[in-house]
């Protein structure tokens, strides 16, 4: 994408995916929009119908051979997606017939879209912020109902809006400093000093707890990824087939079964988890097996959650508590598998791993259980919060938000070390900027680059 989008030109791209399908979607945005409508459908005339579809024969301006025939609809600017003009030409789908009418609106004087360049222009002409953007693309991204709830606030402005009042709370306390000094010294100040600190402290602790959703809402995203650990013939490959409904992991009752890991998605209650099977931990002088193994502790490494997985009735080995004192506790979680081999309610020896769960694979006990914890830790923070509440889902907005509280505090910090109120006001004008950089007020083109480069062509 160029450095400054060129938006005196005239853009085309097909929105819909590309492969079998009834119809599709080609999108045209740009000043030129309605010349391309009269060259490539010049049944329609010279002044197209506003806001309505019209079936239209659809040629090629320069050889005039018929290519489809599809609805077409112009929507001027500036009540469009993209607040240019803009027209959408739904044909047949396919491969082919898409493309041909693609060519056909270049040949008219349109340059091909880049991904994201539609909603960028809508950005860039004020129909969106920058949040509401990157909602869009969770909306077409997203495979969980918990991420589809928390885009479709986002699109509504709900974090937008959040994060706009965080801003107007810091600015009116920067406000009340600017009153207070225009005062002479010898009155008593009109704004006690202590009320504008606890205006500050007010604003502090609501970043803090909108920022606190920022872990579990990250994790909507790519979904928390789960990690199935234990010696082998713990039942790791049985709990993950189990948990998925399916046979995809090979079980035998020879150790060493698994080799690859193997990765499945699951969605408890419309959250998002990424199940992966691992190879058992054992020493090994077999060189796959030990491949395998060294593959199961890089995921380990990256596990947002580790199952560990011990069969029930057996105390643990010293290796196995030595394993589990290296994970954390609040994103491990000590199944002892098997339980239907052991009798009814024996239980192993648990090592201070909070929430050991007894399951059995085939008889499915524990595993509802087991499913209640999983989602109790990865998303614990957030599954309380109303579907409306506000979540921050990226690492943009959790940086820009960490960078507002900091400079929130370093206000309090500064005032508290006897730092002039005026002086320590410095620090809110730099938290204010940062809320603005992540509604998108102020921003630069290497964020636009990449908050659009993710999109794909024609959205
Ligand atoms: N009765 C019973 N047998 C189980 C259960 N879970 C696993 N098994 C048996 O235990 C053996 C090992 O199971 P797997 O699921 O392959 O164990 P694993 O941990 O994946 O083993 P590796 O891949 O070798 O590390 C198999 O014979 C399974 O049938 C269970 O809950 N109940
Ligand atoms: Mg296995």
Redesign the pocket.
Known sequence: MSASPLRDDTIAGIATAQGRGAVALLRVTGPGARDVLRRVAPGLGDAPAVRVQRLAALRHPETGELLDRGLVSFFPAPGSYTGEDTVEIATHGGVLTPQLVLDALLAAGCRPAEPGEFTRRAYLNGKLDLLQAEAVLDLIDGRSRALHRASIHQMERGLSRRVEELREAIIGAEALIVYSIDFPEEDEPPVPPARIRAAVEDVLARITRLLATAPEGELLREGALTVLA?R???????LFNALLGTERAI???V????RDALEGTLTLDGYPFRLV?T??LRETSDPVEGIGIEVARRYLAAADLVLF?AEAGRALEPEEVAFLDGLDPARTVLVR?????MGNGVRGTGNGVPGEVLV???EGTGLGELREALLRRAFGGILGEPGEAPLVTRERHARALRAARDEVQGFLDAQANGVPMEYAATHLQTAAAALEDLVGAVTVDDVLARVFGDFCVGK
Request: aromatic residues 0%; charged residues 20%; hydrophobic residues 15%.
């Open positions: 234990g082998p013939n713990s039942g790791k490959s049985s079980v035998t009752e150790p060493g079964t698994t099977d190879a058992g997985c598998t098997q339980a239907d081999r059995s694979a085939p």
